[in-house]
């Protein structure tokens, strides 16, 4: 039973352009919601998170969407670089359930010169 | 941000033998530590989450006599593989979380390592 699903298994930009990674979720009682970042053969790395009672949240390039009603979340990378090509994961987790997070099966992004 | 360490990189052992993993917290003291594993284009799994000093908690279809945990202090916990198998082949990879910290964006991973058995 997959709870957190990324349907893309790859995605292709153009350097400069936006980047959408999509999520989406079939708990509703997830409540936190990260993306994160994975290089081959490293660990994630922790890029933006967003709790259910927003609906969206900003760092920088990236911002993270949340469309509770359609359990649905989105990563944008404006402007995407070269160096944001990796897999992309999407994870969520809900209170009291210490700490754990239930992962997508990841988006790989590649960004092209 | 803090820093977690695994041990090894990457392993290769044959058929039958145990194989043992560390997962470090070096600049803080994590409480808690969890465990994944991914397969090729898959997603992360999570194994197990270890307490410090405690049993610990095995997620659903994992063979806790298979996969050994024990976090006997407060910057380390290891992961056992007992027996292993040509399907227990995979990327393991620990996560660390310190002591009150809020937030699920507290929690940093290692760098994987990756098993292979013949």
């Known amino acids: 039973d997959q709870q957190v699903k990324q349907n893309s298994p790859s995605l292709s930009v153009q350097e400069g352009r936006i980047s959408i990674l999509n999520c989406d979720y079939t708990?509703?009682?997830?409540?936190?919601f990260l993306w994160y970042k994975k290089y081959p053969a490293e660990g994630p790395t922790f890029l933006i998170s967003?709790?259910?009672?927003?609906d969206k949240n900003e760092d920088g390039r990236f911002t993270v969407f949340l469309n509770k009603s359609a359990k649905h979340l989105s990563l944008h990378i404006v402007p995407s670089q070269p160096g944001d090509s990796a897999v992309y994961f999407c994870?969520?987790?809900?209170?009291?359930?210490?700490?754990?997070?239930?992962f997508g099966q990841g988006t790989e992004l590649s960004v092209k010169p | 941000g803090a820093v977690v360490s695994q041990h090894p990189s990457r392993v290769i052992c044959k058929s039958g033998t145990s194989v043992k993993i560390e997962c470090r917290s070096l600049?803080?003291?994590?409480?808690?530590m969890f465990w994944y594993r991914q397969f090729p284009k898959q997603s992360l799994m999570l194994m197990a989450t270890?307490?410090?000093?405690?049993?610990?908690?095995?997620e659903q279809g994992v063979e806790k006599d298979k996969f050994l945990i024990n976090h006997a202090s407060l910057t380390l916990s290891t992961l056992t593989v007992t027996s292993a198998h040509p399907e227990d082949s995979s990327f393991y990879i620990c996560?660390?979380?310190?002591?009150?910290?809020?937030?699920?964006?507290?929690?940093?991973f290692g760098p994987g390592t990756r098993l292979t058995v013949l």
């Open positions: 996560s660390a979380q310190g002591p009150g910290w809020g937030g699920t964006d507290t929690q940093y």
């Open positions: 708990n509703s009682m997830f409540d936190y």
């Open positions: 967003i709790s259910s009672i927003k």
């Open positions: 994870a969520a987790s809900y209170y009291n359930q210490g700490g754990k997070l239930i």
């Open positions: 600049d803080f003291q994590a409480t808690t």
């Open positions: 270890s307490n410090e000093g405690s049993k610990a908690t095995y």
